[in-house]
């Protein structure tokens, strides 16, 4: 399925990648899927799995634009194909992406549908909490055991560090 990837234009592997992320997010817990209720606050949960003594400065530093969206949204999409929880879905979208008339109108949501998709993969091996209090908000991220036993975590952190200059 990895090799159909290249296949996809930028419109039909956000179209998936968004498709994915509203099929996983339907088997998340209630509390997962309203730990994260904004852009600001997904940049937040990515920039903790990197360094979570620095999140909020980290977060401060995101720098992805429209133009890298689709680029980095790839990634996430091949991502979601090697692991046995979103290969299916996955390899079904890229082998099949929506079509025309189901695709998102994008002008300005690719990074919301990107942040969104690497929060989702994140949840399906990570436990999200979020405390939110007097105006701030702060997450942690507890992995699963089992998910040690996986490379997703790895391949989500390598994407994310590249969205997080330090």
């Known amino acids: 399925m990895t090799a159909m990837l290249p296949n996809l ?13 509203a099929e996983i997010r339907e088997t998340l817990s209630t509390d997962q899927r309203e730990a994260v209720r904004s852009a600001e606050e997904a940049r937040l949960a990515l920039a903790t799995l990197l360094a979570p003594e620095q999140a909020q400065d980290l977060a401060e530093s995101f720098r992805v634009d429209r133009g890298q969206a689709a680029a980095i949204g790839r990634q996430v999409l091949a991502t979601a194909l090697t692991d046995p929880l979103t290969a299916e879905p996955a390899g079904r979208l890229v082998a099949d992406p929506p079509k025309d008339d189901q695709m998102v109108a994008l002008g300005g949501v690719e990074v919301a549908i990107v942040l969104g998709a690497l929060v989702t993969l994140l949840q399906t091996k990570a436990r999200v909490k979020v405390e939110r209090k007097a105006g701030t908000v702060d997450f942690s991220i507890d992995v699963e055991k089992q998910a040690a036993e996986t490379t997703l975590i790895d391949k989500l952190v390598t994407i994310v560090g590249g969205m997080f200059p330090r």
């Open 9 to 21: 234009d930028d419109a039909e592997v956000l179209a998936a990648l968004q498709e994915l992320t």
